[in-house]
């Protein structure tokens, strides 16, 4: 299972969306959302990931007008689709002050689009964690996920600042 650091914060909930706190604090069970129709979108720092269908996968909401998020972080977005019975799901990942689109999605709003979408998660959380034994990833570093996502291309910023990141050409 991959998880993010013991410090990630069980937020309060967003509209359309359960309180954290409410499920014990330990973070809002993604799996459980599948059956929810969000109104708008938000925002959710993915607290645990497991890579099996089933298993462990939570996340915390991202409060605010301005969310933020730091070096690490693996997000969820999650909003009503184009259609109206679907709901449109991205996942974003963090690193040096970067956020980056990893996958995006709209699926059918048939309560199954958490399964769909975990293995994504899963791997941004494995790559991240991987990456952060080589390079600093910016933990300090916030940021702003509604500005930063608009203008968002795919790839992580180059180069990574750090212990000797290399990049083995074959």
Do not use: N
């Not at 708008?40 to 996968?57: I, K, M, N, P, R």
Request: hydrophobic fraction near 50%.
């Amino acid at each position: 299972m991959t998880s993010t650091p013991e410090s990630a914060p069980a937020l309060a909930g967003a509209p359309g969306l359960p309180d954290a706190a409410a499920s014990g604090g330990g973070g809002i069970d993604v799996l459980s959302l599948g059956r929810l129709r969000p109104a708008s979108a938000a925002w959710l720092l993915v607290t645990a990931a497991d890579g099996l269908a089933g298993e462990t996968f939570t996340a915390s909401v991202v409060p605010g007008p301005q969310p933020c998020a730091h070096g690490g972080d693996v997000l969820l977005r999650i909003g009503p689709g184009a259609e109206a019975a679907s709901v449109s799901v991205s996942v974003w990942a963090v690193a040096a002050g970067t956020l980056v689109p990893v996958a995006d999605w709209d699926l059918p709003d048939d309560g199954a689009w958490a399964e769909g979408v975990r293995p994504a998660v899963a791997f941004a959380m494995s790559a991240l964690a991987a990456l952060k034994e080589h390079a600093d990833l910016g933990s300090s570093d916030a940021v702003d996920l509604d500005d930063d996502a608009d203008g968002a291309v795919a790839g992580l910023p180059w180069p990574l600042p750090g212990r000797g990141l290399a990049v083995a050409v074959g």
